[in-house]
C-alpha cells in the first residue's frame, strides 16, 4: 500500500479542501467563513495546516465543502 505523502508544517498534516457549491443564497456568516478559509472561486481546492480550527470551520458549513484526500 502506497504512504500518503503529506507536506509537514512543524509536525502537523495538511488537510484539502475543496469548494463545491456556490454561497449566493447562504448567510452571510457562511459567505464569510468561504473567505477566511482562502477561497477565491468555485471548485477550488487549496491546502490548509490541518488545525481544530480550520476543521470547525469546515463543519460549519459541509453542504458548501468537501474535503478531498
Known amino acids: 500500500m502506497a504512504e500518503k505523502k503529506t507536506p509537514v508544517a512543524s ?5 484539502r479542501i475543496k469548494w463545491v457549491r456556490s ?6 456568516k457562511h459567505k464569510k467563513i468561504v473567505k477566511g478559509l482562502g477561497f477565491t472561486r468555485l471548485n477550488q481546492v ?3 495546516e490541518d488545525t481544530p480550527s480550520i476543521r470547525g ?3 460549519k458549513i459541509p453542504h458548501l465543502l468537501e474535503i478531498v484526500s
Open 11 to 15: 509536525g502537523k498534516g495538511v488537510v
Open 23 to 28: 454561497a449566493i443564497c447562504a448567510p452571510v
Open 46 to 48: 487549496i491546502e490548509r
Open 57 to 59: 470551520s469546515v463543519k
